[in-house]
């Protein structure tokens, strides 16, 4: 019996639709992550991207446990001396929420080529409104 494995040209991708509100971070980030690798497929390899693509709605509705809505931190440097940059889950959540489920769910991909590719079938929107009606995404249960 051979090890079947999956090349590139023999993967279609599939558009799932998630909704976030009222899901916890973690857990919505590891169901999206294992979608964009292809886990969830027969045919998954690691080698080969063989996932899909996802769209993730009302981000700003999505929930952290505990206090970390106000103790958890995000740092950025720009390269800069004292350009380093903290802020929590709240202030992004209210400027730019969609990056809180997009560096949730790098953090869970593979950091080379693959995890790159693998993180642009991934798209986050604030609201309940996308502009990918003409895939038409299937509801992915998470």
Avoid at 57 to 80: C, H, L, P, Q, W
Avoid at 95 to 108: D, L, Q, Y
Wanted: hydrophobic share 35%.
């Amino acid at each position: 019996m051979k090890t079947y494995l999956a090349k590139k040209s023999e993967v279609e991708p599939k558009w799932y639709v998630v909704d976030a509100s009222g899901q916890v971070l973690g857990r919505l980030a590891v169901k999206i992550a294992n979608v964009l690798r292809g886990r969830h497929r027969p045919t998954y390899t690691p080698h080969c991207d063989t996932g899909d693509f996802v769209v993730v709605i009302n981000a700003d509705k999505v929930v952290v446990t505990g206090r970390k809505e106000t103790d958890k931190e995000y740092m950025s440097y720009s390269g800069f001396w004292g350009n380093e940059k903290r802020r929590s889950v709240a202030e992004y959540r209210a400027k730019r929420p969609e990056f809180i489920i997009t560096h949730a769910v790098k953090g869970m991909l593979p950091k080379n080529r693959l995890g790159s590719a693998q993180l642009k079938k991934l798209r986050v929107f604030k609201g309940a409104e996308h502009t990918h009606e003409a895939q038409q995404p299937e509801p992915l249960n998470v």
